[in-house]
């Protein structure tokens, strides 16, 4: 007998399918219907492959005069952190000079959020960030990439990754770890110092716990080098962690060609990346990660432009990046953006913030698509074509959110 669906979605007015090879990049079907069970999709695409699954037990979501699409793969955030930093955002908005921002004794940078992080308790610092994550869930996010970086020390690091674990297990969504100990380097410590700490100790450890998947590091001026940042990497390979490498946020040296020769699964920013640059990155495999939030909330006097990295081939992936310097949990929002600033096709973000985010955490073959034997991660927009979500503003367009078959959000506005 043929096995029946736990859960039919019927009559979407739009189903984006959102399969990699789709030419119009978003696999739309127009009268769309998907089946799930166990957990997984079984069936995606016309009435006729999915009607036959329904048995008197199958839960049935209409979906007519709606889209449904995957679930959002955030492939960049650092949304584990402590406090906030909302002074400094005002005194940027206000252009407040330095001495000024000093003598008022507003709290600036990554050191500020190092030492509200460093300071929370493990529960504290969940508790905090699982209002956010919940956010993110109501706003069609369903796989969560999460950094560490706000310790610098072994604790802190560590509490970090502990959060990310206990988010995966108490909340409806998917946690990717990443270790992102090559953040910065704490205050009293020198930069070469607090490298032979990472390499030699912190990245064997972290990649022995098996508390991060991946490995990370920031690659600009101020940061650290091209160089450096490629010994952090290949520390991380070694110790069974994938490379990720944040570069051409603030300037170029060189951070592409680090992230294509050690064939990182993302480059992230992207800001002042060479066309030549975007060029090896794509030969690479390495997904594209720009990050429209992070442009928007620090007013980036070089906004990424997607053109020549979509002309040299580069597969985009989009993410909130939220942080203390952006906090924001919405990849509507995040899409609106890439559309409205960066001048994407509203297609091209919808792609960028599921198969492409999926790829972008490695993940392509069990999630960001709406096809047979993927993760059954889907969501329902309160809109009958997609075009909308970067259109309409302000209201989250999310009703439903299902997450391995069950329903993990429901905003229903009727
Ligand atoms: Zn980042």
Known sequence: MEKKAELVIKNATELLTCRDDSPD?????????????GGKIIAAGGAESVEPL??????????????????????????????????????RIGKLSQEEIKRRGIKTGILTTLELTREHSLEELYDETALRVRDMIISGTTTVESKSGYGLDRDTELKQLEVNRLLEKRLPVSVVSTFLGGHGWPSDMDKGKYMDFLINEMIPFVGG???????????????????????ILEAGIKSGMKPKLHEGG????????????????????????????LRRLAEAGTVGAPLPGIDFAVRHERPFDPAPMIEEGLELAIATNCCPGCWCTSMPFIIILACRNHGMSSERAIRAATIGGAKAL?????????????????????????EDIAYHYTTNPVETVIKGGRIAAANARK
């Open 25 to 37: 990049l978003i696999g739309l079907v127009k009268n769309g219907w998907v089946a799930a069970d």
């Open 54 to 91: 329904i048995s008197g037990s199958t839960q049935v979501i209409d979906a007519s005069g709606k889209v449904v699409a995957p679930g959002f793969v955030d492939s960049h955030t650092h949304v584990v952190f402590g406090g906030g930093r909302v002074g400094e955002y005002f005194a």
């Open 209 to 231: 716990s098996g508390l991060a998947e991946f490995c990370d590091a920031w690659c600009d001026e101020g940061y650290y080098t091209a160089q450096e940042c490629g010994l």
């Open 250 to 277: 603030y300037s170029y040296i060189g951070g592409a060609e680090v992230a294509a020769d050690l064939k990182a699964v993302s480059a992230d920013h992207l800001n002042y990346d060479p066309r030549k640059s």
């Open 362 to 386: 490695a993940r392509q073959d069990s999630i960001g698509s709406i096809e047979p034997g993927k993760d059954a991660d889907i969501q329902i927009w309160n809109l009958d074509r997609h």
